[in-house]
């Protein structure tokens, strides 16, 4: 059967961190999106409360900016006031893999051109909480979700790099991209596996460049040279964006391109 020549192509961003991410966002998103031709764009709003989850402040300017939905991680539970958006939000997502009735959701189905595209948000265990495995929650939400769905997008929220590589080759062919974030390092590892799933270990933060991921240096050394438990400051100067598009082809649901993108601000 000839290939379709029908693509959708979607741009993911890296974790926003920080006022100074947001605004940065706000502030390039849609060039960003327009040069990738973008249909669709998936946030991880993860840090961008000064580095410890997301606002409804935050949560709604993301969305202002261009955001179709908005993942997060482990930070999540940090800023309360948005517990409540999470249940009553459908594209404001956070890892599937926590246990029953914990608030919120790990997955939306969005019309995209009038197709429909899956987002999933996951999680890892290596240095990371000790939640439901990944693997066998991500096969599950695959296998129920409907037969017309055929693009599947993953948000892999996870620490360790053999973890998010095993995953991503565990549901090679069965999803169109598994990108990988949480460390905020962007990695030069952006492919196509053999089946046809686009993969990134990470995709790097939206944040400021002078840091220690995202954070203000000196802290992290005076933690480092005293062990002292000294809390993390978002640094404040120029910030890039961070991100990957992927293409798909809409009737395979196998992607076709995968380019990672850079975009720098400065204010
Ligand atoms: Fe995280």
């Known amino acids: 059967m000839p290939e379709s020549k029908e693509t ?12 100074a ?16 031709s973008a249909d669709l764009v998936i946030v ?18 993301l969305f202002d900016a261009g955001a179709t939905v908005i993942t997060t991680g482990n930070h999540i539970w940090q800023q309360r006031e948005v517990l409540s958006l999470l249940d009553s ?10 246990p029953p009735g914990t608030p919120g959701h790990g997955q939306v189905v969005v019309d995209v051109r009038g197709v429909k595209v899956a987002v999933l948000n996951l999680q890892g265990r290596r240095r990371m909480p000790t939640i439901d495995c990944p693997f066998r929650k991500a096969s599950d939400m695959i296998r129920a979700l409907d037969r017309d769905t055929r693009i599947i997008l993953i948000d892999f ?3 360790a790099t053999d973890e998010k590589e095993a995953f991503a080759l565990h549901l090679d062919g069965s999803v169109s991209a598994v990108v990988g974030t949480h460390t905020h390092i962007t990695t030069a590892d952006a492919r196509i596996l053999p089946k046809g799933t686009a993969y990134q270990t990470d995709l790097g933060a939206c944040g400021p460049t002078e840091s220690v991921i995202g954070f203000v240096p000196q ?18 100067n120029n910030v890039v964006l961070h991100g990957t598009a992927v293409t798909i082809d809409v009737e395979t649901g ?14």
Do not use: M, W
């Open 21 to 36: 991410g947001v605004r940065a966002v706000f502030a390039l998103l849609k060039q960003v999106a327009k040069r990738v």
């Open 8 to 19: 959708i192509t979607a741009l993911f961003l890296g974790d926003v961190i920080g006022q």
């Open 254 to 267: 196998k992607a076709t391109a995968v380019t990672p993108i850079t975009e720098a601000s400065f204010f």
């Open 44 to 61: 991880n709003g993860e840090n961008a409360a000064e580095g410890f989850g997301v606002t409804i402040e935050a949560v709604s300017a």
């Open 157 to 159: 929220h996870a620490e």
């Open 89 to 98: 939000e459908p594209r404001l997502l956070r890892p599937a893999n926590y």
């Open 219 to 236: 802290i992290s050394i005076q933690r480092a040279l005293t062990q002292l438990p000294l809390k993390n400051e978002v640094s404040a």
